[in-house]
């Protein structure tokens, strides 16, 4: 259950830092209306990568390839990479 792999990833890293991570990012209201209430109600910090909502995701997925094999020159490609060094820096 995702409840007792939450509760376990907690007990494992008392020290756990929450941030709060966007993917299928588009620039419409809606957006940025749920991303300003994340911010409002948690005291969470953005992380700088996200993930851009493209059809190459998809595509990528029916294909059973990964986006970085699939596109690799593509925007959503590199923004995977992104999200990879973040999460490393960390």
């Keep these: 259950m995702v409840e007792d792999a939450y509760h376990e990833i907690l007990e494992n890293n008392p020290d756990l830092e929450w941030k709060i991570f966007a993917n299928m990012v588009s620039n419409t209201k809606a957006q940025k209306l749920s991303s300003e ?6 005291d969470y910090p953005f992380m700088q990568s996200c993930i851009s909502r493209t059809a190459i995701v998809d595509n990528a997925l029916s294909l059973y390839k990964p986006v970085a094999k699939h596109r690799v020159m593509s925007n ?10 973040e999460l490393l820096e960390d």
Excluded: N, S, Y
């Design 76 to 85: 959503v490609a590199q923004d995977f990479v992104d999200l990879v060094e």
């Design 37 to 42: 209430d994340l911010i409002a109600k948690h």
